[in-house]
């Protein structure tokens, strides 16, 4: 199948099921996707680093009451950590809030003493700053934006992890 609307969004998909029903999108990086059932309520995170359309290694999670906006992040977090240091990779995420965070925010709220220009604390700032900092460690990363639900086998593959406390089968 090729990209385009996503069953993945009206149903949970197995990994087998998205290998076998997606083909289209970037071939090699690290995928990321969080997701939360309520905002907050039970949520799931996950990663994966693909070289070549070949899965390297992948990650996942769940939490019992959390935020969608948390599971992104740790879901980066996981993927940051996947790829060394001095490794030139594509790092994509179906989250705007997370790269606006980490390519254009972060520097700027570190340098005010993490404080934001407006009033109000910065949300989950712990995780905040533990994906800022790996994002540092790793300058050759590109912090990338994927469509949601397009298709993209995986980005696909990133929410099929993301949503597997939800299934029996991952």
């Not at 949520?43 to 994966?48: K, N, T, Y």
């Not at 948390?70 to 997370?98: F, H, N, Q």
């Not at 900092?133 to 099929?160: C, M, T």
């Amino acid at each position: 199948m090729s990209s385009g609307p996503s069953v993945s969004k009206s149903r949970d998909l197995t990994l087998a099921e998205v290998l076998a029903t997606f083909t289209e999108g970037p071939q090699t990086g690290v995928f990321t996707d969080g997701s939360s059932e309520g905002n907050p309520g039970p949520g799931g995170w996950g990663a994966v680093l693909v070289v070549d359309g070949q899965v390297v290694v992948q990650e996942y999670g769940s939490g019992g009451h959390t935020t969608n906006n948390r599971m992104e992040l740790t879901a980066m977090i996981a993927g940051l950590k996947m790829i060394p240091p001095d490794t030139p990779t594509d790092v994509y995420t179906d989250s705007e809030l997370i790269v606006n965070i980490l390519t254009k925010w972060a520097s700027g709220w570190r340098e005010r003493g993490w404080k934001k220009k407006s009033s109000g604390p910065i949300a989950n700032l712990e995780l905040v700053k533990e994906a800022y900092a790996l994002v540092q460690a790793r300058p050759h990363a590109n912090i990338r934006w994927i469509k949601a639900h397009s298709g993209f086998r995986w980005n696909e593959y990133a929410d099929s992890l993301a949503t597997a406390y939800r299934r029996d089968v991952v």
